[in-house]
């Protein structure tokens, strides 16, 4: 019998943090292929003339594929 142990998450939600394409806030994450996957919502950028609601852009990344914001500062 083998049993595969997940680290602990790099990132939790709420967490602001930077990736190609951008900046965004942790939303949610999951356990996936041995590692784990963030959903990132980006911040709107100005209002378009149309109404909408929520965040423009919600990805799921990769940890390797995340950073975070205060890494930049170290």
Not at 40 to 68: C, F, H, N, Q
């Amino acid at each position: 019998m083998t049993t595969n142990v997940l680290a602990v998450p790099k990132f939790s939600k709420g967490q602001e943090v930077k990736f190609i394409g951008g900046i965004g806030i942790i939303k949610n994450y999951r356990p996936e292929s041995h590692n784990w996957v963030y959903l990132v919502a980006m911040p709107m950028k100005l209002e378009p003339k149309i109404d909408r609601v929520g965040y423009e852009t919600m990805i799921w990344l990769s940890e390797a594929d995340i950073s975070s914001l205060m890494e930049s500062f170290e």
